[in-house]
């Protein structure tokens, strides 16, 4: 996955090597290496201030960084499969996490904590977009649904 920062000065890409890259598009170097995941990072998403990056992984977990520092801020733990997909508020305050264990759920960026599941996908939740207005989840699915949440 790739995600431009708000400002434009830099690309994050994930991969299977277990982390993050943060580039600076100016000068097309990496400026740090975000680990700490234990397997593969499928998705992740950088909230609307650029401060800082979601990241959700095989490894079941979701982790906050800091994006100028490089630092892990916590871990959030909670889901049963894999994290898929990854959508920020436009307010910045939650992120909604999709998972391979059929469910979302909707975490508060501020405290860490889950405040909602969402479940009635029958397979994997493999995207998620939330609309502009921060009120709506569409999510889709490998049961061949895409779902409206509010």
Sequence with gaps: ?????????????SSKDKTLKVWNLTTGKEERTLSGHGDSVYAFAITPDGQR???????????????????????????SDSVN??????DGQRVVSGSKDKTLKVWNLTTGKEEHTLSSHSDSVNALAITPDGQRVVSSSKDKTLKVWN
Aim: hydrophobic share 40%; no cysteine.
């Design 85 to 90: 997909a990854l959508a920020i508020t436009p």
């Design 53 to 79: 990056v979601v990241s959700g992984s095989k490894d079941k977990t979701l982790k906050i960084w800091n994006l100028a520092t490089g630092e892990e801020e916590y871990t959030l733990s909670g889901h």
């Design 1 to 13: 996955a790739l995600a431009i920062t708000p400002d434009g000065q830099r690309v994050v890409s």
